[in-house]
């Protein structure tokens, strides 16, 4: 079935809490960037992606200028094909970063648009292994005061979590084992835990912070360093002593394989909307089978707990606290600590366009 129109858009969506850092200043949104790709006869395919904060004008010009008329008249279930036609139209600004957060968009739309018109949920069209993904919390809550951190691990777990993520890198590693601490106290001693440190160390920092953290079992130590440094991430792991989980800012197959080949990752986690789609997302995953590692997820939940149900060495799903559940008509259902696939047909994402069309107009 040919494409007949690809119509991308771009919104900026509040944070439920305002980040803030001494590297990026101040951050009180995230860019939602959409692709709807509609063929021939009219089905559509929804597929999204997302900046925290800014770089989304970039992949909206990819998708509208340069995507757009290069995808109209191809054929829609030739995704790799077109995978591929997108890849060498925009490598020479690209190879990863913003041309791969547009490419993911389009790609996702195509996997949504073929499943959809298969009537079939993704989960099933990309292999079917199980509907009942682990799950846990992931929070933005570096800055909370540890009484709304311990606060928001129960208003997670009567929600029907049974594993949490907390954020670390406060200024002080003492800190931020005294906040592990007592959360590990407030969950007990058998409670999956992880800990993420969004890149904040060195490699020496984050060793240093990997033993200091070992004896408060967290389930995994998340981005300890900058993506870039493969050899430093390698020593993490064989000096840390803890489970390293990376990904979410790595941005091609070959930069998976690369940290993957190297032993500088025990969970693999990429991002469906940044790493080049659903198609190099499965990719990581068998990679990742193949090197006998669980993979992990970050971001997109509603999307990724259909990939994840379809790979028989996933780990756990993030659900992430970036707040788009209210432009989504029915939001991830999470039971007794697992996330739900959904059985509706693709991947079951039904955006409020009208509610994110008055976001824009009230900017
Ligand atoms: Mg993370």
Redesign the pocket.
Known sequence: MKIREVQADHYVVPLPVALSDSTHGTIRGFELITARVRDAEGAEGVGYTYTVGAGGAAVLALLTRDLAPLLVGRDAECIEEIWQAMWWALHYGGRGGAQGLAMSAIDIALWDLRARRQRAPLWRVLGGFDPRVPCYA?GIDLDFPLDALLRQSDDHRRRGFRAIKMKVGRPSLREDVERVRAMRAHLGADFPLMV?A?MRWTVDEAIRAARALAELSPVWL??PTIPDDVPGHVRIVREGGLPIAAG?NLHTLHEFRALVAAGGVTFP?PDATNCGGVTVFMKVCHLAEAFNLPVTS?GAHDLTVHLLAAAPNRSYLEAHGFGLDRFIAEPLRVEAGFAIAPERPGHGIELDWKGLDLLRAAR
């Open positions: 992931g993420d969004n998340e981005e979410e986690e970050h």
